[in-house]
DNA sequence: ACCTGAACACCGTTCAAGT
DNA sequence: ACCTGAACACCGTTCAAGT
């Protein structure tokens, strides 16, 4: 018996396009041109159809782009971050290094990330998660909302500039490669004019790497632990 | 007598075009209509040339953006930051208050300045100034190294995320305004789903004020402190 | 050195038309 | 509902030519 040509379950005679299959075309072109290569028309060249086919499943550009990021945010791991068995810090810290890991790997959609509010499921669920953590480490409700916005600043903050040195449509480089990029360029400074950063040039080289980056979130969750009693 | 028509004094038969006149027109676009108003074409219809004549000034678009950007950095005020008389809290605080008064007048500018490396001459003598006010707090060179970074990534975190909200070719609200426009749309999130973020509703809508920012702030320089000895 | 006219290879989006 | 062809009003950049 053949089922009945139902819309749902025909293998269809042109082309099945969906969303997601947009979507997955438009992270392709992004992550190997940058930003400058999520075109309309370039997208719709790589699924195969005529670039006003897209408008049909989504209503501008714009609205393509906020979806990219909303499923790249879904991406992210967040299961050490709602596990209340571990210690806040640890749970907090894993959270801004899963972001950071999937980000580095998508860095064309930092850009976007950062154009688009941060209003999605996935953004209001971290949020909520965040806010959860926080009361399981002893702030009141209100700190723990201006200290989970304070986190993620500060994990945005930290990307957008790390991301901001590449070359969008160059090949991405490892961590030891990037810095060692960051130190060719600090010994064209004049060490007349900044005579601190000359002589730290070391560590400022060293900016862009998962050390400074969990550092700088030590040092900002030792102050909001400074904010109250216990500290567990 | 006449001067000698030198190329330096002469007033010019049809137009004395300038870089910095060229600046000023991309910062009026910038302004009025957000980034996408920033074309190459916009400008030089604006000062009233023909677009390729802006070739002879910038070699490219974002040769021109660099210069802009770099030009709004030298206008921060950092009189304060250089105020060895003043706590060493008092003048990151400034610092971080000049910033973001600055960038909010251009909110334009911001996707430009996290698109663009953290390198010209304001943004290294920025760095250095900070440099030399957590020496001046106790810091060691290489956790002044540190924080400096750490402060710079939350100033430019905080405001990028700001500014995302807004529509970059509407007028600019004031904070209460944003204030209000955030609160309204916290009103749709289903409290259900996310109910410590809809417990919290009043806080997040102020996450974009200078309350929460220097509240942050404050937060992060604790941690700072935290690492030394003396917080004179 | 500084500017123009014309052109190239792109954009996002809309509209009328086809199935 | 879903797709196409054609068009509109834009882009950044280059090239040859003028002064």
Redesign the interface.
Known sequence: MTPPSSARARPGPPRALSEAEILAAALRLLDQGGPAALSVRGVANEVGVSPNALYTYFPTKSALARALVEGLLGQVDRRTLVDRSQPWRTRIVAFALAVRTLLLDHPGAV?LL??????GPNA??S??EL??VL?DAGLT??D????A??I???????I??DV??HDPAAAPLDEPARTAARRA?LTH?PPG?????A??AE??AA?NTTT?YT??L???????A??TATTR
Do not use: C, F, K, N
């Open positions: 850009p950062l154009g688009s509010p941060y209003d209001l669920a949020h909520e806010l959860e009361a409700p209100e723990a909302a201006r200290a916005y304070l993620i600043t500060y994990i945005l903050g930290s957008a500039l901001a040195e360029a400074i004019s900044y005579p601190r950063t002589a730290s560590v400022i900016y400074q550092w700088g030590r040092r900002l969750l030792d102050g909001l400074g904010s």
